[in-house]
């Protein structure tokens, strides 16, 4: 079983590989739908990432200067 599973595995990719007609329809109301949910995934992602990045950034830009990070913790 061990031993077949590579040419199991390649026989899989080969016809994967295969040409075939799609016979499918997407409507204009899935079609919006798809466009919009892909809209809300990318905005979430960036927000995201800019949560991540900004708000320690702006929490060093407040930090008085000369002030430990350490101090802060003890009090």
Not at 7 to 28: Q, R
Not at 43 to 69: E, H, N, S, T
């Amino acid at each position: 079983m061990i031993r077949a599973l590579p040419t199991l595995l390649l026989a899989v990719a080969l016809l994967g590989l295969l040409p075939e007609t799609a016979l499918a329809y997407v409507g204009p109301g899935a079609g919006l739908t798809a466009i919009g949910t892909l809209l809300a995934l990318l905005g979430a992602i960036g927000l995201a990432v800019v949560g991540f990045v900004w708000y320690p950034v702006k929490r060093l830009i407040r930090r008085p200067a000369g002030r430990d990070p350490e101090d802060e913790a003890r009090r």
